[in-house]
């Protein structure tokens, strides 16, 4: 009887065992993915992104390349990735859903283009931190932004985005920093609450926004413009 407790014991900590590698495989190789992608994406001029090299499978392997912060130094699972100021040109690399725990992305002063992915919101679900500002993105502010509900920090200033500014962003109540200034936005300014309230350099150089702490919206037409 004993024996074969011992035996039951053995095997049930050899399934969990087996079972936490599996998982630890699994999270290591999305976030391989993640990078993977984010370096194909982007064209690369002032190569930054060289020194990232997928040939070693060690743990820990992706937490040395430039940008990258994982949760712990020896796993790779990716916390947070800085790519600012490196000249990179391209879209927003859909594949950094991958990195299934992502909490900071930030890809400001580059020469990124195109529309930020509508889907955005279930790209980086547990971003604290989204920073796109001084690129080059056009087309609207996705509403799925406001699925975000972790964000401290939104930053989409100095691009060509255009369109209204999303209401529904007013319901991320954790936002203490937001900035769409210097784009060619239209419309109503929503009403935040919490830490952050509204100032108006948050909307600067936006010539048809109005409300808030802007100059009054004239008429309905001015609101839904």
Same mark, same amino acid.
């Given at each position: 009887m004993?024996?074969?407790? #011992?035996?039951?014991?053995?095997? #049930?900590?050899?399934?969990?065992?087996?079972?936490?590698c599996?998982?630890?495989?699994? #999270?290591?190789? /999305?976030?391989l993915?993640?990078?993977? /992608?984010?370096?194909?994406?982007?064209?690369d001029?002032?190569?930054?992104?060289?020194?990232?090299d997928?040939?070693?499978?060690?743990?820990? #392997?992706?937490?040395?390349?430039?940008?990258i912060?994982?949760?712990?130094?020896?796993?790779?699972?990716?916390?947070?990735?800085?790519?600012?100021n490196?000249?990179?040109?391209?879209?927003?690399?859909?594949?950094?859903?991958n990195?299934?725990?992502?909490?900071?992305?930030?890809?400001?002063?580059?020469?990124?283009?195109?529309?930020?992915?509508?889907?955005?919101?279930?790209?980086?679900?547990?971003?604290?931190?989204?920073?796109?500002?001084?690129?080059?993105?056009?087309?609207?502010?996705?509403?799925?932004?406001?699925?975000?509900?972790?964000?401290?920090?939104?930053?989409?200033?100095?691009?060509?985005?255009?369109g209204q500014?999303?209401?529904?962003? /007013?319901?991320?109540?954790?936002?203490?920093?937001?900035s769409?200034a210097?784009?060619?936005?239209?419309?109503?300014?929503?009403k935040?609450?919490?830490?952050?309230?509204?100032?108006?350099?948050?909307?600067?150089?936006?010539?048809?926004?109005?409300?808030?702490?802007?100059?009054?919206? /004239?008429?309905?037409?001015?609101?839904?413009?």
């Open positions: 004993l024996r074969n407790r #011992a035996v039951d014991c053995l095997v #049930a900590g050899f399934v969990v065992m087996l079972l936490s599996k998982s630890f495989t699994f #999270a290591a190789e /999305s976030d993915s993640c990078l993977r /992608s984010i370096k194909k994406s982007f064209q001029p002032n190569k930054y992104l060289t020194s990232w997928f040939s070693s499978r060690s743990e820990g #392997a992706i937490c040395r390349f430039i940008g912060i994982c949760w712990h130094p020896d796993e790779n699972s990716v916390l947070s990735i800085n790519l600012s490196m000249g990179l040109k391209g879209q927003f690399p859909t594949g950094i859903k990195c299934t725990s992502l909490t900071g992305l930030d890809l400001s002063f580059n020469q990124i283009s195109g529309e930020i992915p509508t889907n955005v919101g279930s790209i980086v679900p547990f971003a604290t931190t989204l920073d796109l500002s001084s690129n080059k993105f056009t087309g609207r502010i996705p509403k799925s932004i406001a699925n975000i509900s972790y964000l401290n920090v939104l930053k989409l200033d100095h691009n060509q985005l255009s500014i999303p209401p529904e962003l /007013s319901l991320l109540g954790r936002l203490r920093e937001f769409v210097s784009n060619l936005l239209i419309g109503a300014v929503p935040f609450g919490g830490k952050l309230g509204n100032k108006a350099d948050m909307y600067a150089n936006n010539t048809g926004l109005c409300g808030g702490p802007l100059k009054p919206c /004239s008429s309905t037409s001015d609101k839904l413009r």
